[in-house]
Structures are given as C-alpha cells and as structure tokens.
C-alpha cells in the first residue's frame, strides 16, 4: 500500500482578534492534548498516530514543551520510518486521516473569510528536504479558497509566517481545514523535523464589522437569553440557513429554508452551556453574523 499517496494529493489542493466572530482554529496554541492510539494528539487535530494492527505502530506528532513559542507546548512534526509502511512524513491536520482510504476529509466548521494565517514555525530539514503549512476553505466539495506556505530553510529559533488567502467568487465557506506537513517530496526524508505554534487567523470578515446583508438583516430577541431565542429575518432571498456557532466555530444548531420571503425560527436553547455564541445567516449568497449571549 502506498502510504505516501494521501500526502501527496491533498497538498497538490493547496496550491485573531475578531470584533464580532473570534471564530479561531480550536486548540491555536496546542495546550490542550489527548490520548491517541499512540501517544498524544493536539484537542481538535488529527496526526499520524496509529496503531494500525498487527503489531504496526506509527507516531509523528509529539507534545513539546522545550521553548514553546507561546504556553506551555508546542506541535512537533517528525518523519519517520517504519518498517512496514516505509517512510512517512508528520502530519497535522483540522481534518480526519483515513490510512485505508488514503485520504483527509472535513475539517472545522467554519463560515468567515478570513484574509491570513499567521503563526510561528522552526524547521530542521534532513538533507534538501521541505515542508508546508496549508490553508483551505470549502463550500459543500468545491475549494472557494486557499493558501501555502512552502519552508526551504532551516531555522532553530521561532520564525514568524503569514498565509494570505486568496478567494474565488462570492460564496461564504462551510468548512476549513489546515494541514502542517514535514515533506511534499514524493520521498520523505527521515528526521526531517517541524514545530508549529500559535495559529491565528485575522483580516477579511473576521475582522470587518460590517453587515453583508444589510443594516437590518436579521434580529435577535431575547438577547440575552437562557431557554429560547427567536431569530426573525424579514428579507429573504429565497434560501436562508440560519447557523448557531460556539466561540471555536463548532456548529451547534442549523437549519436550512428554501423558497422563503421571511424567517421566524423559534430555537430552544435550554439545554446550551452559559457563553458567548455567533448567530449566522446566510442569505443567498450573503452572510452576516451577529453575538449571542446565553445565561
């Protein structure tokens, strides 16, 4: 089986402060880790840790807590070697890896456009070898944006990077995924090693304060609110999705009107957590966001 393979293809799909969303990727700063098959996994992301069976075991990404740029860890990518698998570069993503299918999936929901991915990164290459740092927004299976950042050189001190995302056409993404790698090369290099550390998006609609949609878009009422909220938006465009976000962009209420001319959609929130949340609608090919509180 070509393990390679999945690595190869997903990159070739390459090529925060918020004043209103502060939707930022989960765990930015990779403080929080869990148990894996094999050791540890960043809360939120996906890497190649596997315990694939038969006595086959596959571990790329450490928790390191030697000079973290910002808290107490940071992310530490590594290719390896196995003996069964061959080599195999480290792997960090938003997404879901699939070893039988050789494939990413998914990512994090996620509907602003934001214009960069900043963040810091140190590179120990073996040989000539190079990696990358990806960013993509989809909209159901079409990519409606995306950006690289290719690292050739070498650094052992914290190297600050920024991704500038490139959009196409008007529509409003339902998903985002970024991907850390330590080789595209069609022949990883072992001990090729790459630490990623405090990611931040910014720019675009997550810092623009403006309402797509209109002044009067949409109202919120009760707000705040504790057992029930009831969104009115008086000027449809015929399809209108209402979406309800938590503040790391996880979608926990949706629904979906077709052939409308007005919303009213009563939702029960009794069962939520107290906290800050993003009421989303998305009117045609428009969007605008507004903050919920719930007590």
């Not at 909209?139 to 990077?161: C, K």
């Not at 009760?222 to 979406?243: C, M, Q, W, Y």
């Amino acid at each position: 089986m070509n393990m390679k393979k999945i690595f190869t293809l997903i990159i070739a799909s390459f090529v925060a402060t918020s004043m209103f969303a502060q939707i930022q990727p989960p765990n930015p700063s990779f403080e929080n880790w869990s148990a894996a098959d094999i050791g540890e996994l960043p809360d939120g992301w996906d890497g190649l840790n596997r315990d694939i069976g038969y006595g086959i075991n596959v571990e790329t990404v450490t928790k390191s807590d030697v000079d973290p740029q910002d808290g107490t860890y940071s992310a530490k990518l590594t290719t390896v070697n196995n003996s069964v698998l061959g080599d195999l570069p480290g792997v960090l993503t938003l997404g879901d890896i699939d070893l039988v299918n050789q494939t990413i999936t998914g990512g994090m929901a996620y509907t602003d456009k934001p214009a960069q991915l900043t963040g810091y990164y140190k590179f120990n290459p073996a040989a000539t070898d190079t990696a990358t740092i990806g960013i993509a927004f989809y909209n159901g299976v079409d990519t409606i944006g995306q950006g690289i950042f290719e690292i050739i050189d070498a650094t052992s001190t914290w190297t600050a990077f920024t991704i500038d995302i490139t959009y196409t056409g008007t529509l409003f993404p339902d998903t985002m995924n970024i991907l850390c790698i330590t080789s595209i090369q069609s022949s990883p290099v072992v001990g090729t090693e790459l630490e990623v550390d405090n990611l931040v998006l910014s720019g675009g609609s997550v810092d623009v304060p403006q309402n797509l949609m209109g002044e009067k878009a949409f109202s919120i009422s009760p707000n705040p609110a504790n057992t029930f909220v009831n969104i009115n938006v008086p000027n449809a465009n015929n399809d209108v999705k209402i979406v309800l976000h938590n503040t790391v962009g996880q979608v926990v209420y949706s629904n979906s009107f077709n052939n409308v001319n007005e919303v009213k959609e009563k939702i029960d929130i009794s069962e939520f957590n107290s906290g800050i949340y993003f009421v989303e609608i998305i009117n045609g090919n428009k969007s605008s966001i507004e903050k919920l509180i719930i007590k």
